[in-house]
Nanobody, 117 residues
Framework: QVQLVESGGGLVQAGGSLRLSCAAS????????MGWYRQAPGKERELVAA???????YYADSLKGRFTISRDNVKNTLYLQMSSLKPEDTAIYYC???????????WGQGTQVTVSE
């Protein structure tokens, strides 16, 4: 089992920045990749960014250049640096982990990000 705990969400004005953190514990040796999903009200969850154990990264096309994902394997922590935030970035952001390729089977409880005009 892998436990994931997010932090760093909050309220920010448009154009501002936030950094989300996700502390992983449990069977962290089994983690293949980690990532961030988000879900806005009335919308489906979408994969925002992901990073493999080899540090290969993926970003949703609409977010490239504004968001940066990184991981600190010593601290067992995943980060998402978000800049130039827009109101449409308002969502609950979930930290996720993958123990088998293609299966996001561990989810955090989510952290709310609200971007005001």
């Amino acid at each position: 089992q892998v436990q994931l705990v997010e932090s760093g969400g909050g309220l920010v004005q448009a154009g501002g920045s936030l950094r989300l953190s996700c502390a992983a514990s449990g069977s962290i040796f089994s983690i293949n990749a980690m990532g961030w999903y988000r879900q806005a009200p009335g919308k489906e969850r979408e994969l925002v960014a992901a990073i493999s154990s080899g540090r290969d990264t993926y970003y949703a096309d609409s977010l490239k250049g504004r968001f940066t994902i990184s991981r600190d394997n010593v601290k067992n922590t995943l980060y998402l640096q978000m800049s130039s935030l827009k109101p449409e970035d308002t969502a609950i952001y979930y930290c996720v982990a993958q123990r088998r390729p293609g299966v996001w089977d561990s989810w955090g409880q989510g952290t709310q990000v609200t971007v005001s005009e």
